[in-house]
């Protein structure tokens, strides 16, 4: 089993849709936890990033943890067509050294639809 | 906010020679900055692990005379490949950990392809 669980798509929706994308992990010992987005032949771009659980929001985009559950989510309200990419999820520990390591998530490909 | 630049984008060699590939923090230090791979629809696999001023740490699998690591300052990591061969032909990208942030930025890639 993987640390990192994700779903992995292609995941399709029209313009103006919510988007709801999920990973689920393994380790409790992650306490640190990131979305990327990563568009074609670029690197991933951080979007988001949160350590406690509960809720948090910027602009369009909202992250959700569930350490309890060991869920994540990520949403993404009122989606436009810049947003087709591949949405990566990514955790570590709480330590410095090498368990700043991330662990990936194997990536959604989500594609928003004019 | 942070950003991470690679230099070159994107490189094509001959079988058998050696390509350095070089990776900058730009606004920031970082002591750890991490060396990834990327196949076409991929995730992210983790080759090495660069600190400032002492050897990179290999991932299992990664064979660390062939991907050389160099990390001399706390704003720039290379790798290269030596001796490169078409199936090292791949997706590279480089990230930096932000000592302020501790929070991992990546860089934009550099494709290498092998003829």
């Known amino acids: 089993q993987k640390e990192v669980e994700q779903d992995p798509g292609p995941l399709s929706v029209p313009e103006g849709a919510i988007v709801s994308l999920n990973c689920t992990y393994s380790?409790?010992?992650?306490?640190?936890f990131m979305w990327y987005r990563q568009y074609s032949r670029k690197g991933p771009e951080l979007l988001m990033y949160t350590y406690s659980s509960g809720n948090k929001e910027d602009g369009r985009f909202t992250a959700q943890v569930d350490k309890s559950s060991k869920y994540i989510s990520l949403f993404i309200r009122d989606s436009q067509p810049s947003d087709s990419a591949t949405y990566l999820c990514a955790m570590r520990q709480i330590s410095s050294g090498s368990a700043r390591q991330l662990t990936f998530g194997s990536g959604t490909q989500l594609t928003v639809l004019p | 906010g942070a950003v991470v630049s690679q230099h070159p984008s994107w490189v094509i060699c001959k079988s058998g020679t050696s390509v350095k590939i070089e990776c900058r923090s730009l606004?920031?230090?970082?002591?750890?900055m991490f060396w990834y791979r990327q196949f076409p629809k991929q995730s992210l696999m983790l080759m090495a692990t660069?600190?400032?001023?002492?050897?990179?740490?290999?991932e299992q699998g990664v064979e660390k005379d062939k991907f050389l690591i160099n990390h001399a300052s706390l704003t720039l990591s290379t790798l290269t490949v030596t001796s490169a061969h078409p199936e090292d032909s791949s997706f590279y990208i480089c990230?930096?950990?932000?000592?302020?942030?501790?929070?991992?930025?990546f860089g934009p890639g550099t494709r290498l392809t092998v003829l």
């Open positions: 990230s930096a950990v932000s000592g302020y942030t501790d929070t991992q930025y």
């Open positions: 660069s600190n400032e001023g002492s050897k990179a740490t290999y």
């Open positions: 380790n409790s010992a992650f306490q640190y």
């Open positions: 606004d920031f230090q970082a002591t750890t």
